[in-house]
């Protein structure tokens, strides 16, 4: 596999169609996770910068929403080719400043290729609807209109997935979009910009403001900015809700998780054990859907564990371009560090420390590595069970029946996904009826819906009211007009 050649270049903000150097004393670097290399410099943008890609946006937005809808679609069918075309390196550019595995990379350059095919959609996506002789001699019909300038904001775990949730369908709508990439994995955006461009994009419709909580604060004070998609931690989608929506915009903020995996006693032991694996320990835990704890139902706990732990065993860790690897490096020397403090509270809490992923840590000179981690005998009230780690760190929490761990899974104060291990239709009832996450697996690891369906997580998952793709992207990104006509 050829690596992408990324010099350490001072990147750039794109407004307007043009590459813009930001206003900022402030560089961050950007560093390959697997090394620590530092692969380019990110600026820390400041309220000019963002001023300047509002008011581009802003101006943009009035041609845009005049653009037929068909014709918005076509630049969109044009974009949709050239990531295929472009699919592997993307790839690569995905593994460079996130570390994730090439194959996992792969796969999320796929799901947001299929978000773009979603939106290509928009002149079916945005038809309104309408009623003759809803009243003597009177119709009535809606119109959907776009909302206008509108701002994504996203974190470092899914560079090109995670925006792709957001700008495809917003501009499909006839919206100007600003992205604020996570200052941790800001190239992939400007590579996704760069296609936009040759799609035949107009300048000023889409556009990157690189930063951190200046840039964010900026979009969240500016009056033209009519809506929010956010996605990243919990306190932080917190205050994003809550401070736009106090200025009077659409918010949606998508946040942390806690997602337990069931495993009954008539699971598909290995199944069971080869998904839980990769949803575990996959991009090192650093996934919003990722299993971080085990629900291990009945007697034949012991037995499953033991099968399990002599899987884990064989999972390998390593530089996410090297084939086979599916432990990677976590994305940062801190994260890790705040993964291995909870090692030591699992330890402290009294949890049983079944695999001590530390031991493998030996056997990496660099990158911010840490092996597959397993606590037995875990409480819910640990903080183990409660916290999200976000790190290749597994909590298993006994429980006798499915009631019984329905309840452990309904104590969490997240509710993104939960996944059940069964055979039994009865059991899967149960499941689908009882548990609070949004968005459940029955025997899938990771039960992310495709671009298709909204994402759909529940609780302190998520924030707001209309969710990121499917019809609650379209109508999360558009205004309806009613017309009532007496002729
Ligand atoms: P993060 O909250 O640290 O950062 C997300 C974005 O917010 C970044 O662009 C960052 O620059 C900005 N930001 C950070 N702190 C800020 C502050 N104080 N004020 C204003 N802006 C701020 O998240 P992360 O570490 O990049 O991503 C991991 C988190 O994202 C995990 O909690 C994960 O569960 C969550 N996530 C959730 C979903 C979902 O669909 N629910 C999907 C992906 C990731």
């Not at 794109?14 to 206003?23: A, H, K, L, N, Y």
Request: glycine share 8%.
């Amino acid at each position: 596999m050829s690596l992408v050649q990324q010099n350490v270049t001072t990147i750039k903000n794109f407004v307007g169609g043009s590459w813009i150097e930001s206003t900022t004393n402030e560089y961050q670097d950007v560093l390959d996770p697997a090394t620590g290399n530092c692969i380019a410099k990110v600026p820390i943008s400041t309220f000019v910068d963002v001023n300047k890609a509002v008011e581009v946006a802003e101006t943009a937005f009035h041609n845009w929403k005049k653009v037929p809808v068909p014709k918005r679609a076509r630049i969109l069918f044009k974009y949709h080719q050239l990531l295929t075309d472009n699919h592997e390196q993307l790839a690569e550019l995905v593994t460079k400043e996130n570390g994730k595995s090439y194959k996992e990379a792969f796969g999320e350059v796929l799901r947001g290729i299929e978000c773009v095919e979603f939106a290509t959609g928009a002149p079916s996506l945005m038809m309104g609807d309408n009623l003759s002789t809803i009243a003597t001699d009177i119709d009535s019909q809606f119109f959907r209109y776009p909302i206008g300038l509108v701002a994504g904001i996203s974190p470092f775990n899914f560079p090109m997935m995670v925006p792709c949730w957001m700008f495809p369908i917003a501009i499909a709508c006839g919206n100007t979009f600003i992205l604020k990439p996570s200052e941790r994995t800001p190239l992939l955006a400007n590579r996704l910009a760069e296609l936009l461009k040759e799609a035949g994009l107009p300048d000023g419709v889409f556009n990157i403001v690189h930063g951190a909580h200046d840039v964010v604060n900026g979009l969240i004070d500016h009056d033209q900015v009519k809506a929010i998609s956010f996605v990243g931690s919990e306190p932080v989608a917190q205050y994003v809700y809550k401070s736009a929506a106090a200025k009077g915009k659409r918010v949606q903020a998508l946040a942390g998780a806690k997602n337990h995996h069931i495993v009954m006693p008539d699971a598909d032991r290995k199944t069971a054990i080869q998904n839980i694996i990769s949803s575990t320990y996959g991009s090192a835990g650093q996934r919003c859907m990722a299993c971080s704890a085990v629900v291990a139902v009945g007697e034949s706990a012991d037995a499953f564990l033991e099968a399990f732990k002599h899987e884990v065993d064989k999972v390998k860790m390593g530089n996410g371009l090297n084939d086979d690897v599916i432990l990677t490096p976590m994305i940062r020397e801190e994260n890790k560090k705040r993964a291995l403090a909870y090692i030591d509270k699992g330890i402290a809490e009294g949890a049983v420390l079944l695999r001590d992923g530390r031991k493998d840590m030996k056997h990496f000179s660099e990158g911010n590595f840490l092996g597959p981690t397993i606590f037995d005998h875990v409480t819910p009230d640990m903080s183990i069970a409660k916290d999200e780690i976000f790190a290749p760190i597994l909590s298993v929490i006994r429980a006798d029946n499915l009631h019984e761990a329905l309840e452990i899974v309904n104590h969490s104060r997240f509710g993104n996904s939960a996944t059940l291990y069964t055979d039994s239709a009865k059991a899967v009832r149960q499941f689908r009826e009882e548990a609070e996450p949004g968005m459940l697996g029955v025997n899938v690891g990771v039960p992310a819906p495709m671009a298709f369906f909204p994402f759909s997580g529940w609780k302190n998952s998520f924030f707001g009211d209309l969710h990121v793709n499917g019809k609650d992207g379209v109508a999360f990104y558009t205004r309806k007009k009613m017309i009532t006509s007496r002729f």
